[in-house]
């Protein structure tokens, strides 16, 4: 049954032809008792004809189907011809200009088939072809005939609003989808410039050291060699890990991000740089979410990269510093530098932007700046909740 009804529905025009055919079939046998002596022979067959055949279009030309069947109607109550069989098609194009037309039409479509009802019951009233009942039934049948496809065209358009809503919501959430993607590349290029940036630095700085010291000393070029080995593959294997969550085509690493228990290894890179870093822990330390934890390791890595490039020659101290309170982390790192470059002055670079919009990312405040005894500055503190 569900087979044959979803076949119907595919073909809507074999449908109507089909009703169309089956009525004229079944009034071309008695059209003949209700066509009055004189008229041509065939009057019944063009009228059935005029009636039936526009029904093969009433989808697609509603209104027109309508006018078409209501004027050979009008032909049939001009030549004096009862009601024949084939009226009933009137009716159904009624039904389809009510479910498909405004309502205004639909409801002047109506008026003119009851007008034309009426038009019989008094022209013919004295030979009781319509009494008083037969009156009242058809027009309650006209009635009910508009009514049904008024709810007809309400219950599609309800479902056509339905449907568009849903390809709206379905458009949105896949603009979401696309927003809320790029927003994570947007990420991942932030991330991946701060573990180049922080690796290359390192290896720059190293490599420096070694071609120095290659010939003085070289058990010193030697571990700066070592470290600058370290370091290439610990950035490679980062930003590997980091690159396979943008190919959507295959499956992104589940390796852990750094966090805190990383930062004394990212320290001591900086110090086999040659930077003079102190770390300190004060309070109770405690575990931390993962982006949390990596949020800290990042924003420590960028000032770490920031103080290599614009402290100057001149720096003595740089201080990394954890204090975890009551409600918050604080992270600091400060150097005493004297140079420091306008880029990371004024904050236009994209590791301090990266490093605000994470603090931000949750809840927390950024400062970087000017000492007011000198050097630079970067400042942060993130909330605590207390299920952490």
């Known amino acids: 049954m569900i087979g044959v009804r979803s076949w119907l529905r595919k073909r809507p025009r074999a449908v109507d032809a089909a009703v169309a055919v089956v009525v004229f079939a079944y009034n071309a046998p008695v059209q003949g008792l209700y066509v009055p002596q004189g008229l041509p022979p065939g009057t019944g067959v063009l009228l059935a004809v005029g009636l039936c055949a ?33 009226d009933v098609m009137l009716l159904f194009a009624l039904h389809t200009v009510a479910a498909c037309c405004l309502r205004w039409v639909s409801v002047a479509a109506a008026g ?65 989808a696309r927003i809320a993607a790029a927003a994570e590349r947007a990420r991942i290029a932030r991330e991946i410039h701060d573990v180049v940036s922080h690796g290359l630095s390192v290896v720059v700085v190293l490599a420096r050291s070694a071609s120095v010291s290659v010939r003085e000393d070289p058990d010193r070029a030697e571990r700066s060699l070592e470290t600058v080995e370290a370091t290439g593959r610990s950035a490679l294997a980062e930003m590997r890990r980091m690159l396979d969550v943008l190919r959507e085509d295959e499956p992104g690493s589940h390796a852990p991000q750094p966090g805190i228990a990383q930062l004394e290894q990212l320290v001591a890179d900086a110090r086999s740089s040659g930077m003079p870093v102190e770390f300190t822990v004060r309070g109770t330390a405690r575990p931390l979410p993962a982006g949390t934890a990596l949020a800290v390791y990042r924003i ?13 020659p001149g720096v003595t101290r740089v201080e990394v510093g954890l204090h975890y309170g009551e409600e918050e982390l604080r992270v600091h790192v400060r150097d005493d530098g004297r140079s420091a470059a306008s880029g990371a002055a004024s904050g236009g670079g994209h590791g301090l932007v990266g490093m605000r919009e994470r603090v931000a990312a949750y809840g927390g405040a950024l400062r970087t700046g000017f000492r007011s005894d000198g050097g630079f500055e970067v400042a942060a503190a993130l909330p605590l909740g207390r299920s952490t």
């Open 300 to 312: 420590v890595q960028e000032a770490l990269t920031n103080a290599r490039r614009h402290a100057g």
């Open 112 to 176: 003119a088939v009851a007008l034309g009802v009426l038009v019989v019951a008094i022209g013919w009233w004295d030979e009781l072809v319509l009494n008083v009942g037969d009156l009242v039934t058809a027009l309650v049948l006209i009635a009910s005939v508009w009514m049904w496809g008024s709810t007809t065209g309400l219950r599609r358009a309800h479902v056509a609003g339905l449907h568009e809503r849903a390809v709206r919501l379905e458009k949105e959430r896949d603009d979401q």
């Open 54 to 86: 526009p029904h093969v279009l009433r989808r697609e030309f509603p209104l027109s189907c309508f006018a078409s069947v209501a004027t050979a109607f009008s032909l049939q109550l001009a030549l004096g011809v009862g009601f024949i069989p084939a």
